[in-house]
């Protein structure tokens, strides 16, 4: 409805209006009618003679006014509203006795809008990809107040500014239909429909006449798709934009979703989104004057970051030779190393040359070129080589104490850290040539440039001079890879005052804290899960499952829980009455060397995959039991914290294991019967889940 102009809507209510007095007139007409055909009714009304000359009259015009109505439509081919009439007709006698359509039709109501908000919440839901709530950043405040106008509103205001400067006659202009509306930072766009024979040419030729109809400073009129055009009217005054509007842009969503290493860089003059994925660009140069928002701009870019990965996807390496500029960011666990000083800083860069090192050495053992190979060869080991991105806030202060070591370390990243999944973003307030080498630059292809001091500074930083001043603040030129040419843009800010930034940052960072902490709680929790040995007065020995360690009792098997994976029972189930006698059970030997082979079939050479290795140590670990009586036998497994903490694997890569030692059968064919499996509550509540998910993707 808001994209509906007024006109039209105040034409639709007509419409609407008469359609109700005919139902209305029609419906009383025949309720008369029948009435004064009713003898008793006549007789019992004759004693107030005006009742009955007043349904007289009532069935006499009701008729008349529907005919004419219904007269008016057939005339102005508005046949398929007669239906509307009809409608209204049925539904008036109940609105007259107030049978509850109303409330019907109120319910009705309630019940669309809760499915709309419900599947609005789902959707929502379903492509939020940042693994932080928005809701932590805070709301552009400023915008509010600028108001922004409805389709409507700029339909009014072209068809006015087209009126007074006589672009086209009423008629004409009448046509003239608002399609779409981009408001930004620095313009709005608004695409229009014209008429037949009103050419870009024409209507840019009043472009200065527009420009004084509109009241704006500038102008620029631009082809859309067939039969349309963009108006696009520039502001007096820019307004500022915060990274939460952003990020809420579907597009934005999606890009986070699919970019190893997302980052906004801001939204161009009407408001379209540009965003980057560091890993592909590889590396940026951000440059600009004091004030300009180079440090606002890094901030952010941070904070989308910090946003959508966790500290096991990325890492952090900071370099702040303003001690204060990065602060904030100390705290998170994603942070990996801070210098200040500009000595410590260039120790620091050659020690992340000595990372890069270590990472190609150890994806070349394993037979792949760079990072992407390995997260796909070996996707469960993502969490050994994270992401890193080192950002250096001011490259000028480095420069000055250590030149040659820093720039021989900065080229080595920048030439070469891509492949082991290591990115730079360097910001510099001087673009001159001592800083931004030929050769750092020549290396550094993406760049992201803010107010400078002069032209040539420009020239330097962009290899090109360029038309408008920039504004300071945010408003910048980006030469990314994405972008063909140069694109200008304003960057978002966390928020647009110090201290809601600053509170923001503190909220995202107590998030990972508070993540963190449940992470290693719910390993401690599990830790204090055992089966149990325990002994009658009879020596004989069960075995029984608790949460807590007890004294008496020493735990069998640590970090195990009991559920049965077969059935799907319950840990609670698996108690001391459900356990079995020990006489009951032969314990045999769960490895024996021909077995071997036929567990890993050709994935024999332990050396070699990582994964074999990994099976055969929990194998190892595992104990079985046979019950003579039910013909079950019980496994029981170790739990993927103790295998995390002893072969210092991920957790995930047990549970991993596990899956698809269950979907391979290899525990039933080297059972060779119906076998429970005793393993941490955690660790089978995450084995069914995924199980479960693989059954849901089959059937579907
Ligand atoms: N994108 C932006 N939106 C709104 N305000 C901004 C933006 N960028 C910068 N500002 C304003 O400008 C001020 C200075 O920005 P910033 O600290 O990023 O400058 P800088 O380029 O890092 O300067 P220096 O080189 O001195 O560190 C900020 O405190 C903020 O008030
Ligand atoms: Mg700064």
New binding site residues.
Partial sequence: MKDIPITERAKIATINFIFYIAAIALSSAFLSTALLRIEAFKKMISIFPGFTKLLSFVQYYGFIITGGIIGLCILCKMRRNLLKVLWFTIKAPFHLFGIGINKSKKMQQEKSLNKIQEIIHQEEKASYSLIVPLDLLPDNTEFKENKVLSNAQYEDAVKRAFKRIGLMNEEDIQEVRVKAVKEGPQAVQITITVPDGTTISKIRNESEDLMHAFSVPSIQITPARAGMINIVLFFEKRR??VLKDILKDAKVQAHIRRAKLPIVI?VNPIGEPICIDLAEEPHLLVA??????????D??ALITLLMAKSPKELKLVLIDP?IV?LDAFKEFPHTLRVATEPRDSAILLKEMCREMDRRYAYIGKKNCRNIDQFYSKYPRQKEELPLIVILI??LADLMTVAKNEVESSILRIVQKARAAGIHLIT?T?RPSVDVVTGLIKANLPGRIV?ELNSAADYRTILDKGIQTELM???DGIADISKERGYVRF????VG?T?NEREQAIERIRNFWIEWMKKQSNETEKTDSIAIYRKEDENHRESFFVSKAIEKDHEPIFKHGSGKLIEKLVPASDFNEETSVKEDEYEEFDIFQGEEKDDLFGDKEDENSDPDVYIRLQILHKIRKEKNKQKGQVIIYAPSSNELTRELGIRKSTVLEHYNDMLKEKILEKHVNRRYIIVASDEDIEQLIESQEKMLQFINE
């Fill in positions: 500022f934009v801001g600009g004057t004091t004030g300009s928002g180079k440090s606002v701009f901030e952010q303003k500029e806030d001011e910001a307030q803010f300071g603040k945010g304003q960057s978002p800010s647009l110090e």
